[in-house]
């Protein structure tokens, strides 16, 4: 069984590889300017489409990534998306970008088609290798580690790339700042690359027969994470869009703490008081699809600023049930099938997740509020793939204890 310390050592590498998602969006208007001054037009949405694109290629990496892990074992799977990782991330810190003209487009896409190959294997798989060999009464907390040390690589690069801002001037940052935190991104997928080497060689369980490439599995497993992906690109997201109307700034930076320490409260008190993490995530859909429109309407049109603090801590707490579960829920669902589970969730992500940044900007068009509609009515997939799509013979209760 693993310790603690080599579980936080496991998720810190998933903390890093969201880093390196997240600082591509927080360097975005340096690398439109990049690509503007090479006379590249729209060059913000050449940005945007090259984010927008790697989505398309995470699912072959959940299918290719997920084998290997079912047949060679997690810890090399985790091993190879460390290393594809930070070899993308370095090489796109040192691209000699004043030589490379108009092909720096079509460089940035491969090496963020890589990161997303990368990222499609490196969830399922941290899911399967960290819940294979946990109790039943830990596994909440295991759940809400993986997703907080995703936040906590967000908020890393929303500080690193502020503190470089107040540091550097305009035009050392069009110039050179920008790689920096790259570099910083792929030192620290160095770090994970050398933890991942010394893990125990902890080899997948045979999968149960019932359930080998099971495609009813795939389908629940990509019905619950169509909630689980919307919930957490709404909730970041909508910072940026909110934080006009909300009385405290940072904005961004309060939602994704006040998100962070709601995460790992849920998962402890899950796991110390309530009967199985299925139960803590079905709350948490259920809340969200009654109370997330109010809730939202509430943050958007109230004048009162404790009104508007009941409904931003209501969507954090809503939102936590769901996220600090769902990777439990998920390896009930694919129990020892990495496969299932990759193929499944970076499908659903594929879509939902690439999708909701639109869909969100879409709906603040007219109403803000409207988002929380949005929030509510995507609850619904998780209760079809938990209740009603459901394997007849076999209860959430029994597959999570296995």
């Known amino acids: 069984m693993l310790s603690w310390p080599q579980r936080l050592g496991i998720v810190s590498g998933n903390a890093f590889e969201f880093y390196d998602i997240a600082v591509y969006a927080a360097i975005s208007p340096y690398l439109s300017h990049l690509l503007s001054s090479h006379g590249i037009a729209h060059s913000e949405w050449m940005v945007w489409g090259i984010f927008a694109l790697r989505f398309l290629i995470r699912p072959l990496g959940g299918l290719v990534i997920g084998k290997i892990a079912d047949t060679q074992g997690r810890k090399k799977a985790l091993i190879i998306t460390s290393s594809l990782t930070g070899t993308a991330t370095l090489l796109m810190a040192a691209l000699p970008v004043n030589i490379l003209g108009e092909s720096l487009v079509i460089l940035l896409l491969c090496l963020q088609m890589v990161q997303a190959f990368s990222f499609g294997g490196e969830y399922p798989t941290i899911i399967q290798y960290l819940h294979q060999s946990s109790r039943s009464e830990q596994q909440a907390r295991i759940s809400s580690l993986i997703v907080a040390s995703s936040i906590i690589g967000v908020i890393a690069s929303v500080l690193i790339v502020m503190g470089l801002k107040d540091t550097l001037s305009e035009s050392q940052m069009q110039s050179y700042g920008w790689r920096i935190p790259l570099v910083i991104g792929a030192i620290n997928i160095a770090m994970s690359f050398w933890f991942r080497l010394r893990l125990p060689a902890v080899l997948s369980a045979p999968p149960s027969p019932r359930l080998t490439n099971d495609v009813r599995a795939t389908v629940r497993v990509g019905l619950v994470s169509i909630t689980g992906a919307v919930v957490f690109y709404v909730q970041n997201i909508s910072s940026s869009i909110l934080a006009k109307d909300f009385p405290i700034q940072p904005f961004t930076l309060v939602n994704s703490v006040t998100l962070l ?72 669902i694919a129990r ?53 799509f459901s394997a007849p013979s076999l209860s959430l209760r029994s597959e999570t204890n296995t």
Do not use: C
């Open 336 to 388: 020892n099938n990495t496969t299932s589970l990759g193929l499944g969730y970076n499908i659903a992500l594929s879509i939902f997740g690439g999708m909701s940044p639109l869909i969100v900007s879409f709906l603040s068009e007219y109403d803000a509020s409207y988002v929380g509609a949005y929030a509510a009515l995507t609850t619904i997939p998780a209760l079809i793939g938990i209740y009603v």
């Open 261 to 332: 320490m709601m995460i790992l409260l849920v998962g402890w008190l899950t796991d110390k008081y309530i009967l199985s993490p299925r139960t803590s995530f079905s709350w948490g859909l259920l809340a969200g699809l009654v109370i997330s429109y109010p809730a939202y309407y509430l943050l958007i049109h109230s004048h009162y600023g404790w009104q508007q603090w009941i409904a931003f801590m209501a969507i954090s707490l809503i939102s936590a049930l769901i996220l600090a579960n769902l990777a439990t829920v998920l390896f009930s």
